[in-house]
């Protein structure tokens, strides 16, 4: 369906057109969404910044998400939480975890890139597309909580349900393909190769007009 990254975030910068000249505030969900948010943020005249959540991996298999948390701490789970595989402890351990990652994370960032307050902006979660949908789930509560005035979550592609979930937490939502046989979001580029924190530290230091 796209060949990069890069070309999915044209064609949503399309997609999302009506917001050019509105100062609409681009956040990515890192690393993956950077590339894209920065097409994207070009091409409406917006300002770039990330908002950084992340998967909380299940036990067996650390690539599918039983819930996400945010760099402030808050998990949200599914109901998976509830069964013998995914225990109250294990989650406590994947959450210190994944909440050090995001520190860290915040702590590369932030030299080159101060955050910016969503308070009364128009802004847009970038993501390269929804399997699950908790690291967006997460990604807009995180959002939702500093007062924006308008959110609208940009996808390349999504699973019909996680979709159609995401929607009625959200303003709007973009997404260029909801195909009915959904494994992964990286089935649906030719380039999904892993984004370093280097390359997004790159897109960030850049000025954005």
Not at 13 to 20: C, F, I, T, V, W
Request: hydrophobic share 40%; net charge negative; charged share 30%.
């Amino acid at each position: 369906m796209f060949r990069t990254r890069e070309e999915a975030g044209r064609k949503l910068a399309a997609g999302l057109d009506k917001y050019k000249g509105q100062n609409p505030l681009i956040l990515a969900i890192p690393r993956g969404a950077v590339s894209m948010a920065n097409v994207i943020a070009n091409a409406l005249r917006g300002d770039l910044d990330v908002v950084l959540v992340h998967k909380l991996g299940h036990p067996a298999n650390e690539e599918f998400a039983v819930g996400a948390i945010d760099e402030d701490g808050q998990i949200y789970v599914d109901e998976l939480k509830d069964t013998n595989d995914v225990t109250q402890e294990y989650l406590e351990l994947e959450r210190d975890l994944q909440l050090r990652r995001l520190k860290r994370r915040r702590e590369l960032y932030t030299p080159v890139r101060q955050q910016i307050d969503p308070k009364g902006r128009i802004v847009i979660i970038v993501d390269d597309g929804i399997a699950t949908g908790w690291t967006l789930k997460a990604a807009i509560r995180a959002v939702k909580q500093k007062g924006p005035k308008k959110v609208i979550v940009a996808v390349g592609v999504g699973s019909p349900d996680s979709v159609a979930d995401i929607s009625h937490s959200v303003d709007e939502v973009v997404c260029l393909y909801t195909p009915r046989e959904f494994q992964a979001v990286g089935q649906f580029y030719d380039d999904f190769a892993q984004v370093s924190d280097d390359e997004v530290v790159e897109i960030l230091s850049k000025k954005v007009h």
